[in-house]
């Protein structure tokens, strides 16, 4: 868990310092300048705006989302952390277009979100695959609802990138025969694979060992590099390292909106070795974690 | 296994194979024996003929007890089929649609226990034809478990896996076809494996109703003759055949879920 190994950070740097580290402004007391300073300068691939959601069944209403507005640049990599139950999901589901809010708006490229489409592809913890379908033709059938390629085109790219994730040799095998960890490299595969602009993935390392965890993080970081058009990345996590080592920006959800907007400073390529031990690293992990510990202050007065 | 892996994949498998199916083997095999000793210690009787009296009507009447298999695995062949498409369409589309579950369902758990053996006259009297009669009494006996069990598929598949499908922007064919049918295919294996003596049931009662042929006929034409060694060989095929049919469709099975 993310919390755990956070409270092995020092936790001894100076508040001034850590200010010097934010480049973004930071948050006011009224919702509605928080809500303005979760957009940037660039122009927008992807824009929310002052969405509410609510989930409802016969007898109760629960408000998730309230005012939820952050915007994503195009090739932009944005990571969305919170505590668990925090709405991370449920964001992510509005932008794939799985769900639609109450009122707000969700626009791509300045067109409202009305479904699911061509232009995205989304990876989530579990159940990806289709157990029916080996590797290769998992990639292939999602290749497939995006290009019209001829069939040998397909399979050599599903080929490619089944490779270029480790999986060479596992082509033929069914999800049920790969580990968890390796069903996650499919999934991967198979949303690099389609080249949609936007890559939206829900925890997608949420599974897998901390061993796999990592060398996945780097895989995923080095494939996006190597992009020739650079994907609009969202990814939801609740791992600080994760998010620090992946994004350019990092949005922090708290009481169903943004709270805080983190811009991260490192230049690509970047190192896990090599950030993690710069102050701003470390300035920028403290930071998150109070943050997690202010969501949950219960937990910190348990004294766990 | 170490040992088994030196071996080749062709002698494991007939092993396996060999090991999963001894104990019917040995049960079918005590059978045998109890009935031999029978007919050697009795001699046989009406009712009860000797074994190899049975063995000599199977060889002479071969002709026409392979004809009647032809024509009771085509009648079984067609209405299983026919009950299999129609139930998972109107499971799926239950499935889909929610009215339509609301305004199915509670009909069907009504008709569905009534032995459809029952419609027999009323098929024989609409359709006009014993062949078509017969299709229509065995398909609609099993059209239910078939829609029951397409609709406890559907209501299981996993939001996970539909939301992951619905990401893919899969037309309304391709969802069917890749997403809805493979995850419905081992219930309705299962349902398959559980309702075979169902359907030899039918089966046999279909034919029986006025049909000129197939082995259910065959038993009953030979038993208003008071023929019971024939009688007793027609019984003998049916067991045989439903036999195979279930190893067969246990192969099947394996073959086509080779994903679980
Ligand atoms: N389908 C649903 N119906 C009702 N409540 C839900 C549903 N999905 C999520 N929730 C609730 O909404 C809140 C946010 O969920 P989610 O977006 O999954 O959070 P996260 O991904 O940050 O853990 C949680 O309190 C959760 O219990
Ligand atoms: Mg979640």
């Given at each position: 868990?993310?919390?755990?190994?956070a409270?092995?950070?020092?936790?001894?740097?100076?508040?001034?310092r850590?200010?010097?580290?934010?480049?973004?402004?930071?948050?006011?007391?009224?919702?509605?300048?928080?809500?303005?300073?979760?957009?940037?300068?660039?122009?927008?691939?992807?824009?929310?705006?002052?969405?509410?959601?609510?989930y409802?069944?016969?007898?109760?209403?629960?408000?998730?989302?309230?005012?939820l507005?952050?915007?994503?640049?195009?090739?932009?990599?944005?990571?969305?952390?919170?505590?668990s139950?925090?709405?991370?999901?449920?964001?992510?589901?509005?932008?794939?277009?799985?769900?639609?809010?109450?009122?707000?708006?969700?626009?791509?490229?300045?067109?409202?979100?009305?479904?699911?489409?061509?232009?995205?592809?989304v990876?989530?913890?579990?159940?990806?695959?289709?157990p029916?379908?080996?590797?290769?033709?998992?990639?292939?059938?999602?290749?497939?609802?995006?290009?019209?390629?001829?069939?040998?085109e397909?399979?050599?790219?599903?080929?490619?990138?089944?490779?270029?994730?480790?999986?060479?040799?596992?082509?033929a095998?069914?999800?049920?025969?790969?580990?968890?960890?390796?069903?996650?490299?499919v999934?991967?595969?198979r949303?690099?694979?389609?080249?949609?602009?936007?890559?939206?993935?829900?925890?997608?390392?949420?599974?897998?060992?901390?061993?796999?965890?990592?060398?996945?993080?780097?895989?995923?970081?080095?494939?996006?590099?190597?992009q020739?058009?650079?994907?609009?990345?969202?990814?939801?996590?609740?791992?600080?390292?994760?998010a620090?080592?992946?994004?350019?920006?990092?949005?922090?959800?708290?009481?169903?909106?943004?709270?805080?907007?983190?811009?991260?400073?490192f230049?690509?390529?970047?190192?896990?070795?090599?950030?993690?031990?710069?102050?701003?690293?470390?300035?920028?992990?403290?930071?998150?974690?109070?943050?997690?510990?202010?969501?949950?202050?219960?937990?910190?007065?348990?004294?766990? | 296994?170490?040992?088994?892996?030196?071996?080749?994949?062709?002698?494991?498998?007939?092993?396996?194979?060999?090991?999963?199916?001894l104990?019917?083997?040995?049960?079918?095999?005590?059978?045998?024996?109890?009935?031999?000793?029978?007919?050697?210690?009795?001699?046989?009787?009406?009712?009860?003929?000797?074994?190899?009296?049975?063995?000599?009507?199977?060889?002479?009447?071969?002709?026409?007890?392979?004809?009647?298999?032809?024509?009771?695995?085509?009648?079984?062949?067609?209405?299983?089929?026919?009950?299999?498409?129609?139930?998972?369409?109107?499971?799926?589309?239950?499935?889909?649609?929610?009215?339509?579950?609301?305004?199915?369902?509670?009909?069907?758990?009504?008709l569905?226990?009534?032995?459809?053996?029952?419609?027999?006259?009323?098929?024989?009297?609409?359709?006009?034809?014993?062949?078509?009669?017969?299709?229509?009494?065995?398909?609609?006996?099993?059209?239910?478990p078939?829609?029951?069990?397409?609709?406890?598929?559907?209501?299981d598949?996993?939001?996970?896996?539909?939301?992951?499908?619905?990401?893919?922007?899969?037309?309304t064919?391709?969802?069917?076809?890749w997403?809805?049918?493979?995850?419905?295919?081992?219930?309705?294996?299962?349902?398959?494996?559980?309702?075979?003596?169902?359907?030899?049931?039918?089966?046999?009662?279909?034919?029986?109703?006025?049909?000129?042929?197939g082995?259910?006929?065959?038993?009953?034409?030979w038993?208003?003759?008071?023929?019971?060694?024939?009688?007793?060989?027609?019984?003998?095929?049916?067991a045989?055949?439903v036999?195979?049919?279930?190893?067969?469709?246990?192969?099947?099975?394996?073959?086509?879920?080779?994903?679980k």
């Open positions: 868990m993310a919390a755990d190994e409270i092995t950070t020092p936790r001894s740097t100076g508040s001034a850590a200010d010097e580290a934010i480049t973004t402004p930071r948050p006011t007391g009224s919702a509605r300048a928080g809500s303005t300073a979760v957009f940037s300068d660039r122009p927008a691939k992807i824009r929310v705006k002052g969405v509410a959601l609510s409802r069944n016969n007898t109760s209403s629960t408000a998730v989302l309230s005012d507005s952050f915007d994503v640049a195009e090739g932009e990599f944005v990571s969305l952390i919170g505590a139950g925090c709405g991370k999901s449920t964001t992510l589901s509005l932008l794939a277009g799985l769900r639609m809010p109450d009122s707000g708006e969700v626009h791509i490229d300045g067109v409202p979100v009305t479904g699911t489409g061509k232009d995205r592809s990876v989530f913890q579990h159940y990806a695959l289709f029916w379908m080996r590797a290769r033709r998992n990639v292939e059938f999602g290749i497939r609802q995006v290009s019209d390629a001829p069939k040998r397909i399979a050599a790219k599903a080929a490619y990138y089944l490779k270029r994730v480790g999986l060479e040799g596992k082509e095998l069914y999800p049920h025969q790969l580990s968890g960890g390796m069903q996650q490299r999934a991967i595969a949303a690099l694979a389609m080249e949609t602009e936007i890559l939206l993935m829900d925890e997608p390392f949420g599974a897998v060992d901390a061993k796999t965890r990592v060398v996945l993080q780097d895989l995923l970081l080095e494939l996006l590099q190597e020739e058009r650079k994907r609009t990345v969202v990814f939801v996590t609740h791992d600080i390292d994760e620090l080592l992946l994004s350019d920006r990092v949005l922090f959800m708290n009481a169903q909106r943004i709270s805080k907007v983190i811009e991260v400073p230049e690509h390529p970047k190192k896990r070795h090599e950030i993690a031990q710069t102050l701003v690293y470390r300035e920028l992990r403290k930071e998150i974690f109070d943050m997690f510990y202010e969501d949950e202050g219960e937990y910190l007065a348990s004294g766990i | 296994m170490p040992q088994a892996s030196e071996t080749s994949a062709l002698a494991r498998l007939s092993r396996v194979n060999l090991v999963r199916y104990p019917q083997l040995i049960i079918l095999a005590l059978l045998g024996l109890a009935w031999s000793l029978y007919g050697a210690l009795t001699g046989g009787s009406f009712l009860l003929p000797r074994p190899d009296e049975v063995v000599e009507v199977l060889g002479a009447d071969f002709a026409k007890i392979f004809e009647s298999i032809g024509a009771s695995g085509l009648l079984l062949g067609l209405s299983s089929l026919i009950a299999l498409v129609l139930g998972v369409l109107m499971g799926m589309l239950c499935g889909q649609f929610e009215r339509l579950k609301g305004a199915v369902l509670p009909i069907a758990r009504v569905a226990p009534i032995p459809s053996l029952i419609y027999a006259p009323y098929a024989v009297a609409i359709v006009g034809d014993f062949f078509w009669a017969a299709v229509f009494v065995i398909a609609s006996g099993l059209f239910w078939v829609l029951f069990n397409t609709v406890n598929a559907i209501e598949i996993s939001d996970e896996l539909i939301n992951s499908a619905r990401t893919l922007n899969l037309p064919r391709t969802m069917f076809a997403v809805m049918l493979p995850h419905c295919l081992p219930y309705l294996f299962n349902t398959l494996s559980v309702q075979v003596s169902n359907a030899f049931l039918l089966l046999v009662g279909a034919e029986m109703m006025g049909m000129r042929s082995v259910g006929w065959y038993v009953k034409y038993a208003d003759y008071s023929n019971f060694t024939t009688v007793f060989a027609g019984i003998v095929v049916i045989v055949i036999f195979v049919v279930n190893i067969l469709l246990e192969k099947f099975r394996d073959r086509v879920l080779s994903w």
